[in-house]
């Protein structure tokens, strides 16, 4: 079973605007990854966050964790049609060394 | 250097045969796992190696799963008795280190897998 959800689960939005996607897990982290996935090909890793930090930034990407909440959000900032794909957080905890990962959210970007 | 390739990219199987499904990780990668990935959901975490070892099987769904990775680098993923329910892209990842949570995935482009 997955091990959190993602919301929202599909979002269109016009090339130039911010894209925000959230994630809320249900056990505690080690860390929490993003990953990228375009349709048919395999996931691209895009950023990690460890628990001990509430904030990353990585070009246009910027994730926030807040693990009171057990949850964290990925801003993708003056979006390109490029970035158009599904997202995906997955959570890696300090007993197993798997991912467990969301459902993923379908970011369309129209150019 | 090249990254995780996986093959075949596509297979179609009749319901109750076999099937094998290849992973080459990037090499010198210690970790091994394999996902699968039904459609219009993120993946489910099947099994890991480190090394020759498979560490972890919690994943796989019924005893007609079973994965190897016998010299520690190339890995296979049977099924036997395909059944409609396993039709998925079945995904394999490699990481540098043991696989603790801390390193990085990376993952191959998969392997469509439908049973008619």
């Known amino acids: 079973s997955q091990q959190g959800e993602e919301d929202p689960q599909a979002l269109s939005i016009q090339e130039g605007e911010n894209a925000t996607m959230n994630c809320s897990y249900k056990?505690?982290?080690?860390?929490l990854q993003w990953y990228r996935q375009n349709s048919g090909r395999g996931l691209v890793h895009l950023i990690l966050i460890r628990s001990n930090e509430r904030e990353k930034h990585s070009g246009r990407l910027r994730v926030t964790l807040d693990t009171s909440k057990k949850s964290s959000s990925l801003l993708i900032t003056a979006s390109r049609a490029a970035d158009t794909a599904s997202y995906f957080c997955a959570t890696a905890s300090n007993a197993g060394n798997m991912l467990t990962f969301g459902g993923g959210t379908r970011l369309m970007v129209k150019p | 250097g090249a990254g995780v390739s996986q093959s075949p990219r596509y297979k179609v199987a009749k319901r109750g045969q076999d099937v094998a499904l290849r992973c080459d990780p990037i090499?010198?990668?210690?970790?091994l796992f394999w996902y699968q990935q039904a459609l219009g959901q993120g993946p489910e975490f099947l099994t890991y190696f480190q090394n020759e070892a498979q560490l972890d099987k919690s994943g796989l769904p019924s005893d007609r799963f079973f994965a190897e990775r016998p010299e520690g680098s190339v890995s296979t993923l049977k099924i036997q008795r395909t059944q409609q329910e396993d039709s998925a892209v079945y995904l394999c990842a490699s990481s540098l280190g043991a696989g603790v949570g801390t390193d990085t995935q990376y993952f191959g482009p998969g392997t469509r897998l439908t049973v008619l």
């Open positions: 090499s010198g990668h210690v970790s």
């Open positions: 056990t505690s982290i080690n860390n």
